[in-house]
């Protein structure tokens, strides 16, 4: 059992920056992948970035090169680390872990594919 805690959202000008932690416990996060996703009101979870244990990250086209996903997973915690915020970034946040070969391998992007969630972290940005 993997039990997930984000903080870091709040609220912050388009243009600015916020950094979200998601920190873990019950597990060595090494064995899993780490995920962050997003759900705005009235539209699905989407993803938005993933950590494989290090060696690998992913990102979804709109958040990408302006936003890097990180883990240590001595301390097990996962950031998100998210620059240049746009209004369409507005959403509340969640962090997601799951250790299953299909997520590690290729599913990583698919929210329905996570045993583990997070509460979630409201992010707000303001034009």
């Known amino acids: 059992q993997v039990q997930l805690v984000e903080s870091g959202g709040g609220l912050v000008q388009a243009g600015g920056s916020l950094r979200l932690s998601c920190a873990a416990s019950g597990r060595t996060l090494s064995r899993y992948i780490m995920a962050w996703f997003r759900q705005a009101p009235g539209k699905e979870r989407e993803f938005v970035a993933a950590?494989?244990?290090?060696?690998?990250?992913y990102y979804a086209d709109s958040v990408k090169g302006r936003w890097s996903i990180s883990r240590d997973n001595a301390k097990n915690t996962v950031d998100l680390q998210m620059n240049s915020l746009k209004p369409e970034d507005t959403a509340v946040y969640y962090c997601a872990a799951d250790s299953s070969p299909s997520v590690w391998t290729s599913l990583y992007y698919q929210a329905r594919k996570y045993a583990y969630w997070g509460q979630g972290t409201q992010v707000t940005v303001s034009s």
């Open positions: 950590s494989r244990s290090g060696d690998m990250t």
